[in-house]
């Protein structure tokens, strides 16, 4: 099993810039797609993106150009690199594992959420 711990939350302004890293505590954590997912006071929780276990990368529309995605199988990390931050950005981000099996098959493993921000 997967064990995640979120952290890097907290309040910015507009414009600016936040690293979220969660941390893994599991075997075979190199097999696993890692996500950031959030979820907004009032909206359903929201793909914000995901790495593969071979490095590929996929972002929300919203992301793309602003956010990066990485991960250190080393450190059993994954990081979400987050710039020119907007209010529209608030909500709690969640790490997620998601091993791949097969329809019916596949796990999932989620952290307890980080709060972010943007106001000014």
């Known amino acids: 099993q997967v064990q995640l711990v979120e952290s890097g939350g907290g309040l910015v302004q507009p414009g600016g810039s936040l690293k979220l890293s969660c941390t893994a505590s599991?075997?075979?954590?190199?097999?696993?797609?890692m996500g950031w997912y959030r979820q907004a006071p009032g909206n359903q929780r929201e793909l914000v993106a995901t790495?593969?276990?071979?490095?590929?990368?996929n972002y929300a529309d919203s992301a793309k150009a602003r956010f990066t995605v990485s991960r250190d199988n080393a450190k059993n990390t994954v990081s979400l690199q987050m710039n020119s931050l907007k209010p529209e950005d608030t909500a709690v981000y969640y790490c997620?594992?998601?091993?791949?099996?097969?329809?019916?098959?596949?796990?999932?493993?989620w952290g307890q959420g980080t709060q972010v921000t943007v106001s000014s």
């Open positions: 997620n594992a998601h091993l791949r099996r097969g329809v019916g098959l596949d796990r999932d493993y």
């Open positions: 790495i593969t276990s071979g490095g590929i990368t």
């Open positions: 599991g075997n075979i954590f190199s097999f696993y797609s």
